[in-house]
């Protein structure tokens, strides 16, 4: 969340939807703003939050936020919730050092729970979005724009407050790592869609966003259209098993790779712990050898009978 006395607005910093490029654009608008960030322990919650992804409903329980609120333009960026659900899953999957597969998925999925969104740091990403704009029915935020849309959304925003749009735009690129691989479109199942539906279904109305239905339909995914339905012929299906079949072993094959390199990097550990020891050992042979003379030996020839 950042907070700008100066040009008297609050952003609502909801996770992955371009938030950081978002947020590193306002500090240089205004660098005398309020930026929330990092992990901190919340003594009313009792557990870890992200201070820069705060529900609603938390801030609004502090008196002097709760004013400003009131006072300031309040705005926050919107996005598809499967596209979010797939740049969620990257970002869990960057945090673990090992990209999720369909398994890992459906293994999490029965973890994001209302209460896991709530008190487990872990899970902030996958929070809905109402969660830092509505509480119950009522909306608490000024103006909503949708990520698609981005520039256009913060060209209006530079309306509404009343500054050049030169300021802010043209945005420098999205804060994409390219060290995290999100999760292809493949691993939305009908499993997986269902339980997103689910988990997500107050975002699809209130933000206006059409779900998928999960019966007699295969995952596609473009830019005119994301998430729009197209059904695979039989004859498609025989060409697509096999590399999907072979998918599956690149991927079983890579983990196994992964396990391997784990092995052999504590190996190496243990071959450096040895090498150390080795040569703290010798040092201290060296070291007692020199300070304390050798003891006299008995010479057996020159003893009296």
Same mark, same amino acid.
């Not at 995290?180 to 939305?188: A, I, N, T």
């Not at 712990?273 to 008995?298: D, E, M």
């Given at each position: 969340?950042?907070?700008?006395?100066?040009?008297?607005?609050?952003?609502?910093?909801?996770?992955?939807?371009?938030?950081?490029?978002?947020?590193?654009?306002?500090l240089e608008l205004d660098p005398e703003a309020v930026s929330?960030?990092?992990?901190?322990?919340?003594?009313? %919650?009792?557990?870890?939050?992200?201070?820069?992804?705060?529900?609603?409903?938390?801030?609004?329980?502090?008196?002097?936020?709760?004013?400003? +609120?009131?006072?300031?333009?309040?705005?926050?960026?919107?996005?598809?919730?499967?596209?979010? +659900?797939?740049?969620?899953?990257?970002? +869990?999957?960057?945090?673990?050092?090992?990209?999720?597969?369909?398994?890992?998925?459906?293994?999490? $999925?029965?973890?994001?729970?209302?209460?896991?969104?709530?008190?487990?740091?872990?899970?902030?990403?996958?929070?809905?979005?109402?969660?830092?704009?509505?509480?119950?029915?009522?909306?608490?935020?000024?103006?909503?724009?949708?990520?698609?849309?981005?520039?256009?959304? $913060?060209?209006?925003?530079?309306?509404?407050?009343?500054?050049?749009?030169?300021?802010?735009?043209?945005?420098?690129?999205?804060?994409?790592?390219?060290?995290?691989?999100?999760?292809?479109?493949?691993?939305?199942?009908?499993?997986?869609?269902?339980?997103?539906?689910?988990?997500?279904? %107050?975002? +699809?109305?209130?933000?206006?966003?059409?779900?998928?239905?999960?019966?007699?339909?295969?995952?596609?995914?473009?830019?005119?259209?994301?998430?729009?339905?197209?059904?695979?012929?039989?004859? %498609?299906?025989?060409?697509?098993?096999?590399?999907?079949?072979?998918?599956?072993?690149?991927?079983?094959?890579r983990r196994n790779l992964l396990k391997e390199q784990r092995?052999?990097?504590? $190996?190496?550990?243990?071959?450096?712990?040895?090498?150390?020891?080795?040569?703290?050992?010798?040092?201290?042979?060296?070291?007692?050898?020199?300070?304390?003379?050798?003891?006299?030996?008995?010479?057996?020839?020159n003893t009296t009978k």
């Amino acid at each position: 969340m950042i907070i700008s006395h100066n040009y008297k607005f609050i952003f609502i910093h909801i996770p992955k939807c371009a938030g950081t490029s978002i947020r590193n654009c306002l500090l240089e608008l205004d660098p005398e703003a309020v930026s929330y960030w990092g992990n901190a322990w919340a003594l009313d %919650q009792d557990c870890h939050v992200d201070a820069a992804h705060q529900p609603i409903e938390n801030l609004v329980k502090n008196r002097d936020l709760l004013r400003m +609120f009131r006072k300031y333009f309040v705005f926050a960026f919107v996005r598809n919730p499967y596209e979010r +659900f797939l740049s969620s899953l990257a970002e +869990f999957g960057r945090e673990r050092s090992d990209p999720l597969n369909l398994s890992d998925i459906l293994e999490l $999925l029965p973890s994001l729970t209302p209460n896991a969104f709530l008190k487990n740091v872990r899970y902030i990403h996958f929070c809905p979005m109402h969660y830092f704009t509505h509480i119950g029915n009522k909306r608490w935020v000024d103006q909503i724009y949708d990520f698609a849309n981005l520039e256009a959304g $913060l060209l209006r925003f530079s309306q509404t407050i009343g500054i050049s749009p030169d300021k802010i735009l043209p945005l420098p690129s999205l804060n994409i790592s390219k060290n995290v691989r999100q999760p292809s479109v493949d691993v939305l199942t009908n499993k997986v869609i269902a339980a997103v539906n689910n988990i997500y279904h %107050q975002d +699809f109305e209130l933000f206006g966003y059409s779900s998928i239905e999960t019966v007699n339909r295969t995952q596609s995914f473009n830019q005119t259209s994301p998430f729009a339905e197209i059904r695979a012929t039989p004859e %498609q299906f025989g060409i697509i098993a096999p590399l999907l079949s072979k998918m599956k072993e690149l991927d079983e094959e890579r983990r196994n790779l992964l396990k391997e390199q784990r092995y052999l990097f504590t $190996l190496l550990r243990h071959i450096d712990n040895h090498i150390v020891f080795g040569k703290l050992l010798r040092f201290w042979r060296r070291y007692v050898n020199q300070s304390f003379p050798a003891l006299p030996t008995r010479d057996s020839s020159n003893t009296t009978k």
